[in-house]
């Protein structure tokens, strides 16, 4: 991931530090090499521009201009602002201080809920919990089964109720079951829907209000271009999201959507999704992912 | 105003349509450089006559042949990256073949993904089609020779064959799609067929590389644009038409089994720039 924009940058900071001395000519032009490779490299129009802007005000300043060592600097700017655009470092999914905590996980279709439920519950599996897996996508075909056959590979359990059409109420008794059969984690899946479908997102904001998650997780697929910020802001606004979690980013994608979601939202992205199995799983950690995509 | 002046910034203005659309930044510069050289040789001063000429130069790059084979025993063979809507889509598909009169069986050879083949089969029935299926873990290959085998003996009219997501970039499944596609070329030769990669319209500029991979290795001929629904324009697929000529034939707008249509070139073109 991340590869080709990477080359890029390292592309531009390199014809930096051949020229030793440099002008604000130097930067600006460097600026725009930088702001065509974001674009390409899916980042939000609108992130790139603000992006771009910060950057050079910081760098065209005298202390960088007459410095010794003046690319290093610009290249140190930019890695910060990166930091700062992939979310700082609160990237901890908080759990609830009564013991008993509750993942609502929502976002488009086919993104991958139920996949990074199935992960999820891997996960804290792994760290000493005893999650539920609870199946609230009453729409998409074999959606429930699908949740099942996870939870099995995962070696967790999973609520079901195949009968009831009601997803509310699914999440309600779903949650009731785990709390008094001494889960710790309660992890919904809810079925993907579009961000402009006012009926489905109010059905997520009725689950929300009845079942008060620790945590609502956006996830949101890597591969996605410009609407990446539509959409994370959308949910954002009508349901509140407390963090993201990018699915797909095994693949070659450039990531542009992991770089523009956080400026928008201002909520941090906790988890990567790293493959189709249960355990491609991983912590997302901002500082890292902007080395990476740096070269540093 | 000087003519210079207001075109400088309508260009900026209408590049940045085609960027947020996701068309890419170097095809959308390219487009707009076209432009530009047009709009100056035809000495057009009218903003309105620019965009008009824009939509048409796009129009241009997106409007190829792009209608489904009409001749049988026809095999569609749907290929794609995860979750962009592959299975969802030859349900809709094999409704609209069955309801032209066709005799429709599916293949289910996804047999990795978690209740996929389940997925499936629910949606044969909705059709009201035959489904040839195995067991998740088997060998997809297998199923296909199944599926060709059961479509000469029930003189079925078209198969489908639904594949598992997988990305471009994984080599062993890339094979593995290859290999689907070496069965159906050996065991029914004499078949029509159609191979669809089907894109998800949120995509971004990986878009273009799917399509160049997945068109290496099994000869794509057609895409099906999925999730026009949502507020994603799909302009990715402008970038697809320009450097691979693969035309667009479906366009996927909801989940029902009707929100299924045939790509339309020019209403595309006008949506971008709503
Ligand atoms: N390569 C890769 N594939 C993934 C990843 N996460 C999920 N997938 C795949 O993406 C596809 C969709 O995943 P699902 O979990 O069904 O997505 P969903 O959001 O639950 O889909 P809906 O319920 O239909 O909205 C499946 O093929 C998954 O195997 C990932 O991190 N990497
Ligand atoms: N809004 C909308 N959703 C769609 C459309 N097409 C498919 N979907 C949804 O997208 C999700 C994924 O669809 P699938 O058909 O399972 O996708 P797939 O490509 O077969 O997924 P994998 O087999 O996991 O790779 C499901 O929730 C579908 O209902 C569409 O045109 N519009
Ligand atoms: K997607
Ligand atoms: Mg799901
Ligand atoms: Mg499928």
Redo the contacts between chains.
């Keep these: 991931m991340f590869s080709s924009l990477s080359e890029k940058l390292q592309d531009v900071f390199k014809k930096l530090r051949g020229k030793g001395k440099l002008t604000e000519k130097d930067i600006k032009d460097a600026m725009k090499e930088v702001k ?1 490779a974001l ?4 980042v939000n ?1 609108k992130v790139v521009k603000d992006f771009i802007n910060t950057v050079t005000q910081k760098a065209v300043g005298e202390e960088v201009l007459e410095s010794l060592t003046p690319a290093q600097q610009v290249i140190k700017i930019v890695y910060d602002e990166m930091v700062n655009l992939l979310g700082g470092n609160d990237t901890k999914l908080t759990f609830s201080p009564s013991g008993f905590s509750i993942y609502m996980m929502v976002g ?5 809920k ?2 990074t439920a199935g992960k999820l519950a891997a996960l804290l599996k792994k760290q000493g919990k005893k999650p539920l897996l609870i199946a609230c996508d009453i ?5 429930i ?2 949740l ?3 939870a099995e ?1 995962v070696g967790v359990s999973c609520y079901a109720d195949y009968d009831k059409k009601d997803a509310v109420k699914i999440a309600v008794e779903g949650v009731n079951f785990a709390k008094s059969n001494r889960f710790d984690i309660a992890i919904v899946d809810t079925a993907g829907r ?3 479908n006012e009926e489905l997102m109010n059905e997520l904001v009725a689950i929300k209000s009845a079942i008060k998650p620790t945590e609502i997780l956006l996830v949101l ?1 890597a ?6 910020v ?2 994370a802001e959308a949910f954002n606004n009508q349901l509140g999201i407390d963090g993201i979690i990018m699915t ?1 980013l ?5 990531g ?2 992991a770089l523009s979601v956080k400026a928008i939202t201002g909520k941090p992205i906790k988890f990567a999704g790293m493959g ?1 199995k249960m355990e491609d799983l991983e912590v997302f950690y901002p500082d890292r992912m902007a080395s990476r995509i740096l070269g540093m | 105003k000087a003519f210079k002046q207001v075109d400088d910034e309508l260009f900026d203005e209408l590049e ?1 349509v085609l ?4 068309v ?3 095809t959308s510069q390219k487009i707009i450089e076209n432009l530009k050289e047009k709009v100056k040789m035809n000495k057009i001063s009218d903003s309105q006559a620019v965009k008009e000429l824009l939509k048409e130069e796009m129009f241009n790059i997106i409007n190829l042949p792009n209608k489904l084979r009409e001749r049988y025993p026809l095999i569609i063979l749907m290929v794609g ?5 592959k299975t969802t889509s030859i349900g809709k598909i094999a409704n609209l073949l069955k309801s032209n009169g066709k005799k429709v069986i599916i293949a289910a050879a996804d047999t ?5 083949i ?2 499936l ?3 044969a029935k909705r059709v009201g089609c035959d489904i040839i299926k195995h067991v ?1 873990g088997a060998d997809p290959a297998a199923v296909v020779f199944d599926g060709i085998q059961a479509m000469r003996a029930r003189k079925a009219d078209v198969l489908i064959v639904d594949t598992a997501g997988r ?3 994984k080599k062993n499944l890339i094979e593995e799609l290859r290999k689907i596609d070496r069965v159906i070329n050996q065991q029914i030769p004499e078949a029509e067929k159609e191979t669809l990669l089907v894109i ?1 319209a ?6 273009l ?1 799917q399509a160049k991979e997945f068109n290496q290795a099994v000869n794509i001929s057609g895409i099906v644009l999925t ?1 026009l ?4 324009k799909g ?2 697929v402008v970038s697809i038409c320009d450097e691979l000529k693969i035309p667009v034939k479906f366009i996927g707008v909801g ?1 029902k089994i009707d929100d299924l249509q045939e790509f339309d070139p020019k209403e595309f073109i006008d949506a971008l720039f709503e």
């Design positions: 065509l674009l390409e490299a899916d129009y488009l279709q086919g993104s991958g139920t996949t729409y998409r075909p074999a959606a089964k699908q099942e056959v996870v590979k579009l961000h402009i697929d591969m996605t271009g410009q609407d990446a539509n959409v797909k095994d693949g070659d994608t450039r542009g959507a189709e | 940045e960027v947020l659309s996701d890419g930044v170097k990256v995860n979750g962009v809507g990795f993904r978690a209740a996929a389940d997925q089969e629910i949606w998740e990305l471009h970039t998800d949120t995509t971004g500029q990986n878009g590389i999730k629904d949502g507020t994603a302009g990715i989940e």
